[in-house]
């Protein structure tokens, strides 16, 4: 288990993390410390207390808002794979009428090839 100094407000604390967590939990005590910082440029000095409730909640709201509109683009993800999806389809089906036409027009070709070389295209080549 690894351990960290976080200094928020200009005060430390020890927090124990994860192994390997221990420059992500620092980056996070000084997202807070910087938003304290600006909620107390455009409040004043209103308590740490406030201050650091203000702080959690702003970057709860932040957090909140992240989680919508990621939300938001995986339904646009699942919007455009079925899209995809579909165009799929419609490109497999198109693929098998292109083929069953090309069938269809080699049949009537050698048909119309048998009858000018005045040979029944029913009978086969040979």
């Not at 288990?1 to 996070?28: P, W, Y």
């Not at 938003?35 to 702003?58: C, K, N, W, Y």
């Not at 808002?65 to 919007?79: D, M, S, Y």
């Amino acid at each position: 288990m690894g351990q960290v100094n976080v200094t928020i407000n200009g005060k430390t604390f020890r927090m124990a993390c994860d192994d390997g967590q221990e420059e992500h939990l620092s980056n996070l005590g000084e997202q807070l410390s910087e938003t304290i910082e600006l909620l107390r440029g455009q409040f004043g000095e209103i308590g740490d207390q406030r201050l650091t409730v203000m702080a959690a909640i702003t970057m709860a709201d932040q957090y909140a808002e992240t989680e919508k509109r990621l939300r938001h683009v995986e339904g646009e993800i699942a919007g455009l794979e079925e899209a995809r999806a579909a165009l799929v389809e419609r490109q497999e089906l198109a693929e098998a009428e292109l083929a069953q036409s090309i069938d269809t027009l080699s049949d009537r070709l050698e048909a119309i090839a048998g009858r000018l070389n005045g040979t029944d295209p029913l009978e086969g080549s040979g």
